[in-house]
């Protein structure tokens, strides 16, 4: 027979061991949330700006579960029922940024769903580009997508006010030093059929990275659409339309940023 005693600690270290497995780091759990990519969400949690109970923290690994109370900058986080994964066809004009309190128009306000306020955008797209953006709840998703090691894949169709040569797309290949960077693009490949545009490849995205190399070759940049990032393609997505990503468009994505 069991004796309370013993009852009682195997109870209590069956807690501690089902309050492990629903722990999680602050900064994920923000993330999860969908209130900042994993990196933004540390630097917020150090600057001060959340508490958990009532008490601000300031360490991003700090372990909290679904039982504490976690406060932003006063609001109150709770964390989806379900993840969502969203592509829009993002017109000109529009800015990527929701924080962004100049911006005659946001992307965000393009989504009509009940999960738009709580959405990311997975990089960013200037205001006179177009083309697809994609958008989660999921912070770790987001932050695999947008951070530079990641390397993820992005393609643009690109017209210009000159023909992007030979010369000039050895240039780009090879990289541009401009304002203490280095541009480059991974691949050129120019569009015969259409006067002066070409397919250009990153694997970063640096601001306005395809128009500084344009500047710097000496054409002005007409016309800018990402079409793809890693496997996932703009298609025939109208312009200033959304939907859903598919199971198959998560996990590619999932897998080339791992």
Not at 83 to 96: F, S
Request: charged share 30%; with cysteine; proline share 5%.
């Amino acid at each position: 027979m069991i004796s309370s005693r013993r009852k009682s600690l195997c109870t209590a270290s069956w807690w501690k061991i089902l309050t492990d497995i629903m722990s999680e780091y602050l900064a994920k759990y923000i993330a999860r949330c969908g209130a900042a990519a994993r990196r933004k969400a540390a630097d917020l949690v150090k600057s001060g700006q959340v508490q958990v109970n009532g008490r601000v923290i300031t360490d991003p690994a700090f372990s909290v579960d679904t039982r504490d109370r976690v406060l932003l900058q006063g609001r109150e986080l709770t964390p989806p029922a379900d993840n969502v994964y969203i592509m829009l066809n993002k017109p000109p004009g529009y800015t990527t940024s929701h924080s962004d309190k100049h911006a005659e128009h946001l992307a965000i306000e393009l989504i009509d769903c009940p999960e738009a306020q709580r959405l990311l955008p997975a990089g960013r797209l200037d205001r006179e580009s177009e083309g697809l953006l994609i958008f989660s709840n999921d912070g770790d998703f987001i932050q695999q997508l947008a951070h530079p090691r990641y390397e993820v894949h992005k393609r643009y169709k690109v017209t210009s006010s000159i023909e992007l040569d030979l010369p000039r797309r050895q240039k780009m290949l090879n990289g541009i030093s401009d304002d203490g960077e280095t541009l480059h693009a991974v691949k050129v490949i120019p569009c015969p059929e259409e006067k002066n545009t070409c397919i250009i490849e990153l694997n970063e995205g640096k601001k306005r990275e395809i128009r500084r190399m344009l500047k710097a070759c000496g054409a002005a940049t007409l016309r800018l659409q990402r079409i793809s990032v890693g496997q996932v393609q703009l298609g025939d997505l109208p312009l200033g339309k959304w939907r859903f990503l598919t199971e198959n468009e998560v996990e590619s994505l999932r897998n080339r940023s791992r």
